[in-house]
């Protein structure tokens, strides 16, 4: 890890270290890596950290918000109308049955402010490869037995970050989320990082947090540290 400024620090991640989340860094801006190696990324997430998106040079953008949205697993809001759409027989809900194509749907997602998307190839390699490890976890919603929406995250312990959704069923993604926050809480998942604050979310319960309140938060659920086996990842999966 190199410090190639100070006012505002900015870092070179060239090495599997991160700074504290707690500088004064311009936007939540920390600096870049020249890839998205797993220890990398486990790192980084059991920090308080995510990378964004990818320069045309090839780096990888990593920051650390000032605020952050985060979703509690035992506040999720619903709806009569949700409610008795999970209940249909005709909607089905499952675990890494489609990861695949749940995160290639998520690349082809078109969002407001946004000309692309910022999951290339390369975001796709990484989190394909963090998912074999057990780290990702995609989420599938069935609309008689066709898949019509989900979306994947990164887990590790009790720490779970929401990386990307897609919907071609309206209300796909909103029953993805409610079904997997339940599962969660009867794990001792407490919250769901949502990362980027979000009107859709915020209605659904996501409350947004200064850097003081969820770096511990975030922290406690990752225990701060990498798990070098990965069947420890595991315990989640196999509750399902």
């Known amino acids: 890890m190199i410090k190639v400024s100070d006012f505002p620090p900015l870092y070179l991640l060239d090495n599997f270290e991160f700074p504290s989340p ?23 997430y059991s920090r308080g950290f995510f990378p964004w998106y990818q320069d ?30 999970l209940r249909s027989k005709k909607w089905k809900f499952k675990i890494n049955t489609r990861f695949d194509d749940v995160i290639r749907m998520c ?76 599962i969660l809480r009867q794990n001792g998942v407490e919250y769901i990082d949502c990362q980027v604050p979000s009107e859709h979310l915020g209605r659904m319960g996501g409350r947004v947090y200064k850097k003081e309140e969820f770096i511990p938060i975030i922290q406690k659920a990752a225990k701060g540290e990498i798990i070098d086996n990965p069947k420890n990842m595991e315990c989640i999966s196999r509750a399902y």
């Open 22 to 44: 707690y500088e004064p860094y311009e936007d939540g801006f920390i600096g870049a890596s020249y890839d998205l190696h797993p220890k990398r990324l486990l790192e980084g």
């Open 56 to 85: 045309d040079d090839g780096l990888f953008h990593w920051f650390v918000l000032n605020e952050r949205m985060l979703l509690k697993t035992d506040e999720v809001k619903t709806t009569k109308r949700l409610l008795q759409k």
């Open 107 to 182: 690349s082809t997602v078109k969002r407001k402010h946004e000309s692309g998307t910022w999951i290339n190839e390369d975001f796709i390699k990484a989190y394909t490869e963090l998912h074999r490890l057990g780290f990702v976890i995609s989420v599938e919603s069935y609309y008689e037995g066709e898949l019509v929406g989900g979306f994947y995250g990164v887990a590790i312990n009790k720490y779970f970050s929401g990386e990307s959704m897609f919907h071609i069923k309206p209300d796909a993604s909103k029953l993805a989320l409610i079904y997997f926050a339940d």
